[in-house]
């Protein structure tokens, strides 16, 4: 039996897309998104997609939330020659970390970090302003899936699952709203009452 991803097309975090979360709620975390089959992921609200889990699943990354992350916690882990990973500070996706990239740039995905010794991150120089030093150990278990907007299709996804997505309703503006003369009610524009009298009967028709 096929499984669903429910994506709320309303938001995301940065590139990551939010999915309804087991629970309640909603988050970037596949590992916290609740499954569901593919008749309850088609009785939800018009602005909810469902996304086959396998194809999602297919195009996910890993990356690092800041919010769950803490250097004071990482200190214990950082041993003599362990593997770290390094933080380039003021670069953000949504709420993920950049992290370095050999051999230069940065990157979003955690399995594309550039991976090196302790040691040789501290022979550097580079001040915390340029770079945090992270242990490998303790942000692999940080970590966690998720997807992002310009990995996924959704035309493609569901190609051949019978789905095809509501196109979201209209919100018709106060001024598409047709009026009537109250003279000789013909329909007159919202906006064309306030420069002229009706050209029908000559009523004027602003409020």
């Given at each position: 039996?096929?499984?669903?991803?429910?994506?709320?097309?309303?938001?995301?975090?940065?590139?990551?897309?939010?999915?309804w979360a087991l629970g309640g709620?909603?988050?970037?975390?596949?590992?916290?998104?609740?499954?569901?089959?593919?008749?309850?992921?088609?009785?939800?609200?018009?602005?909810?997609?469902?996304?086959?889990?396998?194809?999602?699943?297919?195009?996910?990354?890993?990356?690092?939330?800041?919010?769950?992350?803490?250097?004071?916690?990482?200190?214990?882990?950082?041993?003599?020659?362990?593997?770290?990973?390094?933080?380039?500070?003021?670069?953000?996706?949504?709420?993920?970390?950049?992290?370095?990239?050999?051999?230069?740039?940065?990157?979003?995905?955690?399995?594309?970090?550039?991976?090196?010794?302790?040691?040789?991150?501290?022979?550097?120089?580079?001040?915390?302003?340029?770079?945090?030093?992270?242990?490998?150990?303790?942000?692999?278990?940080?970590?966690?899936?998720?997807?992002?907007?310009?990995?996924?299709?959704?035309?493609?996804?569901?190609?051949?699952?019978?789905?095809?997505?509501?196109?979201?309703?209209?919100?018709?503006?106060?001024?598409?709203?047709?009026?009537?003369?109250?003279?000789?009610?013909?329909?007159?524009?919202?906006?064309?009452?306030?420069?002229?009298?009706?050209?029908?009967?000559?009523?004027?028709?602003?409020?």
């Amino acid at each position: 039996m096929s499984q669903f991803y429910l994506q709320d097309s309303r938001s995301h975090v940065g590139d990551g897309l939010m999915f309804w979360a087991l629970g309640g709620g909603y988050t970037t975390s596949l590992d916290k998104a609740e499954v569901f089959t593919q008749e309850q992921a088609c009785s939800h609200r018009d602005t909810d997609i469902p996304g086959p889990k396998d194809y999602v699943d297919a195009r996910a990354h890993v990356g690092v939330d800041h919010q769950y992350i803490s250097l004071d916690e990482a200190r214990d882990h950082l041993t003599p020659g362990c593997t770290v990973v390094l933080q380039i500070p003021g670069h953000w996706n949504g709420n993920d970390i950049a992290l370095a990239r050999w051999p230069i740039g940065h990157t979003f995905r955690f399995e594309k970090a550039h991976h090196l010794t302790f040691e040789a991150a501290k022979a550097i120089g580079n001040t915390p302003e340029e770079a945090v030093i992270w242990p490998l150990s303790y942000l692999e278990a940080k970590a966690r899936r998720l997807v992002h907007k310009r990995d996924v299709n959704i035309k493609e996804a569901l190609r051949g699952t019978g789905i095809e997505i509501a196109k979201p309703r209209k919100q018709r503006k106060p001024c598409d709203r047709p009026l009537n003369c109250h003279g000789c009610g013909r329909f007159i524009s919202w906006d064309g009452r306030f420069l002229n009298d009706c050209q029908n009967c000559g009523a004027n028709n602003c409020p």
